[in-house]
């Protein structure tokens, strides 16, 4: 059964650094989405692409946070700086023409 | 403004009973309801989904009902295993089925099924 690749599974890193996430969707899925998840809470979406554009980035924190899928395939998220309040799950999930999202087994991040 | 709210963190029903699991919205424009499961380390796994223009929606186990006067669904396990033990979310669609639809989650509610 096809899946989301994500990696790395986990990250610690330290404050001011900076860190990278990658994530490969199923295979044919147009719409791939990053979501933050805090100990506790749901899943948040930080950015939704279709094919290579990004659909929604409003809950994206654009002063540290970017994102990328240049051949609208696979994803690429990045923090610079990273800071103590980004720890937490970063998951990505894909979605073809079906209602439901397919979520990649996500990367915990802990910043030290 | 927590537009998805699971106001019971956490839930402990015996195996071969039912759990019920319970969830409130505010915004009647959603389309659709889903409900996720989510193992520790692993991703949201998809469980079930009811469209807003339905009441009920049943996949074995599982049934979800929705009370749209009440702004309320609700996931029914019967009977409970103990491998339904996970975090279970309940998610609604913003914005149509179409592409340009998100998901908004509620908080997530920890089921544990004792044997």
């Known amino acids: 059964e096809a899946e989301v690749a994500q990696s790395p599974r986990y990250k610690i890193t330290e404050k001011s650094q900076a860190v990278a996430f990658w994530c490969d969707p199923i295979?044919?899925?147009?719409?791939l989405y990053w979501y933050r998840q805090i100990l506790g809470q749901g899943p948040e979406l930080l950015v939704q692409?279709?094919?290579?554009?990004?659909?929604?980035d409003s809950q994206l924190p654009k002063d540290r946070f970017s994102a990328e899928r240049l051949k609208g395939v696979d994803s690429t998220l990045k923090i610079q700086p990273a800071e103590l309040g980004d720890s937490a799950m970063y998951l990505c999930?894909?979605?073809?023409?079906?209602?439901?999202?397919?979520f990649g087994p996500g990367t915990r991040l802990t910043v030290t | 403004d927590q537009q998805v709210k699971q106001n019971s963190p956490s839930l402990s029903v015996q195996e071969g009973r039912i759990s019920i699991l319970n969830c409130d919205y505010t915004?009647?424009?959603?389309?659709?309801f889903l409900w996720y499961k989510k193992y520790p380390a692993e991703g949201p796994t998809f469980l079930i989904s009811?469209?807003?223009?339905?009441d009920k929606n049943e996949d074995g186990r599982f049934t979800v009902f929705l009370n749209k006067s009440a702004k309320h669904l609700s996931l029914h396990i019967v009977p409970s295993q103990p491998g339904d033990s996970a975090v279970y979310f309940c998610?609604?669609?913003?914005?149509?089925?179409?592409?340009?639809?998100?998901?908004?989650f509620g908080q997530g509610t920890t089921l544990q099924v004792k044997p």
């Open positions: 295979s044919g899925h147009a719409t």
């Open positions: 999930a894909s979605r073809s023409d079906a209602l439901g999202q397919y």
């Open positions: 009811i469209s807003s223009i339905k």
């Open positions: 915004n009647s424009m959603f389309d659709y």
């Open positions: 998610a609604a669609l913003s914005g149509g089925s179409g592409n340009t639809g998100k998901l908004i």
């Open positions: 692409f279709q094919d290579e554009s990004v659909v929604d």
